[in-house]
């Protein structure tokens, strides 16, 4: 499973009164994800997202598989979707549904997971690669049974229902947390 970030266009919302005249604030609040998954059996293997099984789409190469994921980053004052909550961290899950139990995954931090903010720009790669880095965890993954529902946040698959979403015919290789029903 590879993730990437993918380009989310920033919309600029009408004007607002702002100390010394007017602005047209940006809503950056919502980012996307891009998914490509290798080596599965299209009826055997799903992945989900916080729960939510979610479609892929094939590349024409035997077995491999992408999606986008569009979701609600933060929450500022002034957005698009002011009453979006944050739908972090994001929690990714490659399931076998023939033994019904997850083959691993990893969650997604949007920042640090421990809170950590950064005072300064990234001295070079390598601090910046350790700075992407520490935003995804994979402890916690272990294999687990999907039969009884259990409400969780966390990494460990353990014991859940999966969600299914609906294809959007209007975007059919992404998915859009912020639309979910689940």
């Keep these: 499973m590879e993730l990437r970030f993918a380009i989310e266009p ?19 609040s919502a980012e996307r994800l891009q998914i ?43 957005a698009m979707h002011p009453t979006l909550q944050p739908q972090t961290p994001l929690v990714f899950d490659l399931v076998d549904l023939w033994n019904k139990r997850s083959l691993g995954g990893c969650t997604y931090h949007i920042v640090h997971p421990g809170g950590r903010s950064y005072d300064s720009f990234p001295v070079n790669a390598f601090e910046a690669e350790s700075r992407r880095v520490s935003r995804f965890q994979q402890e916690g993954h272990r294999q687990g049974s999907f039969e009884k529902p259990v409400v969780t946040q966390t990494a460990t698959p353990g014991s859940r229902r999966l969600v299914e979403e609906p294809l959007d015919p209007d975007f059919p ?6 639309r979910s029903k689940g």
């Excluded at 997202?49 to 980053?73: D, H, K, W």
């Excluded at 290789?173 to 912020?178: E, Q």
């Design 10 to 28: 920033w919309h600029v919302l009408g004007e607002e009164a702002a100390a010394g005249g007017l602005a047209r604030y940006v809503d950056s």
């Design 173 to 178: 290789c992404a998915f859009d947390l912020r």
């Design 36 to 78: 490509k998954v290798s080596g599965l059996t299209e009826e055997r293997h799903v992945l989900s997202c916080t729960g939510r099984r979610f479609p892929l789409t094939p590349t024409g190469v035997n077995g491999e598989y992408v999606s986008g994921i569009r979701y609600q980053a933060w929450a500022p004052w002034s």
